[in-house]
Nanobody, 120 residues
């Protein structure tokens, strides 16, 4: 069994910064791609950023130049550094991991979500 635990959300003023963290706990697994998604009220879930095990990244156009995704494979943790935050970044942020158990079972895991609120 694997769990993704998120932390780092909160309330900030426009122009401020936050760093989100998501750590995978458990045993006997490996992790491929990890990513961050967000869902604002009344909106569909959207991909914010993703990162491969080798460090290749992709970003939504709306966050390019402001957000940075990174990972620490030794800690099974993915981070999202968010700078120059805007009110439109307000959403619940979810981390995601493509997990393969040593048995060969492949499962898409999601974190519990963390609220990011950016005030104007």
């Amino acid at each position: 069994q694997v769990q993704l635990v998120e932390s780092g959300g909160g309330l900030v003023q426009a122009g401020g910064s936050l760093q989100l963290s998501c750590a995978a706990s458990g045993s006997r697994f490996s992790i491929g791609v990890m990513g961050w998604y967000r869902q604002a009220p009344g909106k569909q879930r959207e991909l914010v950023a993703r990162i491969t095990g080798g460090g290749s990244t992709n970003y939504a156009d709306s966050v390019k130049g402001r957000f940075t995704i990174s990972r620490d494979n030794a800690k099974n943790t993915v981070y999202l550094q968010m700078n120059s935050l805007k009110p439109e970044d307000t959403a619940v942020y979810y981390c995601n991991a493509d997990v393969t158990m040593w048995s060969g079972t492949r499962i898409d895991y999601w974190g519990q979500g963390t609220q990011v609120t950016v005030s104007s």
